[in-house]
């Protein structure tokens, strides 16, 4: 259950956007991507992304794909995650996320799970801070049973009350021991407590331990009356489907769900909060993890595609030919693992940074990592780095979009942050007009090597 509840929330979605691609074998195959940047920077992607609308005014990209006879849906409900909540039930769209299998309709959680495996699918639940997002994946020839599924899902789950006890229970024991996790509980809840105090996001997914095993089962149905409603959701359906098809699977997803209202979005925009504060918590054993945060252009933002290239160089994913990678691990030997993340919501962005050092070596990681900013913040990066980067953003963008499930995640994400569908394009574009001026501008008007905040979780040095 504590696996479940660990990767059902923000922590895949923080580490899933495109912003992430290929952390396996990348770096052998980075330097050729590299080579070959300019003829790709050259192509256009014809993906044929349409905008449309069901019957019922459920708006929704689509895009037909008949390779291989999958369809794929993502279902977003609006302004209905934890920062949306009051504060007191914070963990309520988290604890909703896994509750909603636990039984639905005529099905048990083990006949449900039967059910969906039995046709060869998958639906699953994710939240974050601001949404509560379903994700279905089926194979053409039984779309209308997995539909089924999924409708009697959102439309009918039993929250009977052993099940759910347990569920919350999980949760609770997850919380009060952060070393089971040391990353999930920096990503998720020790950043942002640090970086937005006072703003809906500091609260993260689940909240504190003394509010969280207080939610009820009447709060899971109030959570479903407001905000599991037809006029609150917005999808993207790709794959081996007609746009007919497309139309008619959305209404059915929806059918016998009213039709509600659209939650108003009253949460304001913040800048996160950085300075030089550092937060140690104590977890056994030899190894500690380092998260941190620097600033970031939000999408919508002119520079977001020089940010775009300075995450990239600086850790993002983690190549040896990154900053971090390249310096703190290959030259001085302080870290075995580190990363950077542009993390966009909806009100806020970050470039999110994970360290993993031995105890002994925190304070030189910190220090060396500081040296790396200053020196981005003074010289930025050079010309070599800006065609590299294009080439590796480029390059991986269109490998890691190849099938249609891949498509659907990335146009969803995408839709999430207002963009249309001409979104990938458009990103190709963006990163190949960004100049060498641009990037190290950026540098300087938004690092700062002396305004870091830090959380290190970890033993002490021996």
């Known amino acids: 259950m504590i696996r479940k509840i660990i990767f059902g929330c923000s922590f895949l979605l923080v580490f899933g956007f495109i912003d992430n691609a290929l952390c396996g074998d990348v770096q052998k195959q980075s330097n050729n991507k590299a080579e070959k940047s300019e003829e790709v920077q050259k192509k256009k992607i014809e993906t044929k992304v349409k905008e449309l609308k069901s019957a019922r005014g459920i708006r929704f990209f689509y895009m037909k794909d008949s390779s291989t006879p999958l369809i794929h849906i993502k279902i977003a409900f609006k302004n209905s995650g934890s920062a949306y909540q009051k504060k007191s039930e914070v963990g309520v769209p988290a604890f909703y996320s896994q509750a909603v299998f636990q039984g639905c309709g005529k099905y048990s959680s083990v006949e449900l799970e039967k059910a969906i495996s039995d046709i060869a699918s998958s639906i699953s639940c994710n939240c974050n801070v601001d949404r509560l997002e379903f994700s279905l994946t089926a194979p053409t020839i039984v779309s209308e049973k997995a539909i089924n599924l999924l409708n009697t899902i959102l439309r009918d789950p039993k929250f009977e009350e052993d099940r759910v006890k347990l569920i919350q229970d999980s949760t609770v024991g997850f919380l009060q021991n952060q070393a089971i996790n040391p990353k999930w509980m920096a990503v998720n809840k020790l950043i942002p ?43 993207c359906v790709f794959g081996d489907l007609s746009e007919a098809k497309a139309i008619q699977l959305v209404d059915k997803i929806f059918e016998k769900i009213k039709d509600g209202e659209a939650t108003e979005d009253l949460i304001s925009d913040t800048d996160p909060k950085l300075d030089s504060v550092q937060k140690k918590y104590y977890a056994q054993g030899p190894q500690s993890t380092i998260a941190f945060a620097l600033k970031c252009a939000r999408p919508t933002d002119a520079d977001v595609y020089a940010a775009t290239i300075v995450s990239t160089m600086l850790g993002n994913p983690p190549l040896f030919k990154t900053r971090i990678m390249g310096i703190l691990r290959s030259k001085l030997g302080y870290i075995y693992y580190g990363r950077i993340v542009v993390v966009h919501q909806n009100h806020a962005s970050y470039m999110l940074g994970i360290l993993e050092t031995d105890n002994k070596k925190v304070d030189k990681a910190i220090a060396a990592l500081k040296n790396i900013i200053k020196d981005l913040r003074e010289k930025g990066i050079n010309e070599d780095e800006l065609k590299f980067a294009k080439g590796y953003i480029n390059s991986s963008t269109l490998v890691q979009l190849r099938t249609s499930g891949k498509l659907c995640n990335f146009y969803f994400a995408e839709m999430m942050r207002g963009r249309g569908v001409n979104a990938l394009n458009e990103r190709l574009d963006g990163i190949n007009n960004v100049t060498l001026d641009e990037v190290k501008k950026f540098c300087k008007d938004n690092l700062d090597e002396n305004n870091i905040p830090f959380v290190i979780i970890g033993g002490n040095a021996q």
């Open 193 to 235: 407590s640090t970086i937005f105090q006072s703003h809906q996001y500091e609260n993260g997914e689940l909240g504190n331990v003394e509010d969280f095993v207080k939610l009820s089962i009447e709060d899971l149905k109030r959570y479903k009356e407001k905000f599991i409603v037809a006029n609150n959701a917005e999808a």
